[in-house]
Structures are given as C-alpha cells and as structure tokens.
C-alpha cells in the first residue's frame, strides 16, 4: 500500500525554517519558496517539498 502524502501547514512550515510566516507567504508570490498547494482553503506544503527545496538551498549555499 502506498504511503499517504504529509502536509505541513504554512505555520509548520514557517517554525521548520525559523522565519515568519509573512515571509514564506512572500516567497511564494515570489516564486522562490518551498512549493505550496490549495487544498480548497487551506494552503499546504508536502514535507518532500520542503525537504527538497531545503537541498535545493544548501547546494546553492555551497556554490557561492
């Protein structure tokens, strides 16, 4: 059976980070933050989203 999706929400998300939550908020209008979906109202964050979006940062940390 396949494992079901985990979501954060944007509060999580923002507490996973330490940053606020304004500014994940800023960065998807932005287009630059971790990938976040509407779930009808509510807008969430897979975990493989943000823990890839996390390696995302740190390599282009490592390069400069």
């Given amino acids: 059976m396949a ?3 985990r979501w954060m929400t944007p509060e999580e ?3 996973r980070l330490r ?3 304004a ?3 800023a960065w998807r209008y ?3 933050g971790p990938t976040a979906v509407r779930l009808g ?4 964050y897979r975990v493989e989203a943000v823990e890839v979006w996390e390696r995302e940062q ?5 390069a400069r």
Avoid at 41 to 44: S, V
Avoid at 58 to 62: D, G, I, S, V, Y
């Fill in 58 to 62: 740190e390599t282009l940390a490592r």
């Fill in 13 to 15: 998300v923002a507490e």
């Fill in 30 to 32: 932005k287009n630059i």
């Fill in 19 to 21: 940053v606020p939550r």
């Fill in 23 to 25: 500014t994940l908020y």
């Fill in 3 to 5: 494992t079901p999706d």
């Fill in 41 to 44: 109202r509510h807008l969430r």
